[in-house]
């Protein structure tokens, strides 16, 4: 089960990535809640982005991400993305 501290470790980190790949700015991702839209609402987080946010997400948490499990559910909001990953977290 995932803790406190490791959620705002994960949610630091995420935002790092998001700030990294798609070249955001950083008061913007700060702003970032749980219910801020991701694909289909940032224009920079476009399929060759998701790609690479994926891989950088893999690399920074080490974890394995299937094919099968990237839907655009996981991707509509930064809460859901960030769930995504504690739950990939845990399951490793």
Do not use: N, W
Not at 42 to 52: F, G, I, N, R, T
């Amino acid at each position: 089960m995932a803790t406190r501290a490791t959620c705002a470790k994960s949610d630091t980190i995420l935002r790092q990535i998001l700030r990294d790949i798609l070249a955001l700015d950083e008061d913007r991702v700060a702003a970032f809640t749980s219910d801020t839209g991701l694909f289909g609402h940032l224009p920079e987080l476009d399929s060759m982005a998701v790609a690479s946010l994926l891989t950088e997400i893999e690399d920074r948490f080490d974890i394995m991400i299937e094919d099968d499990e990237v839907d655009g559910d996981m991707l509509e909001t930064y809460g859901a993305l960030l769930a995504f990953v504690e739950a990939r977290r845990t399951a490793s």
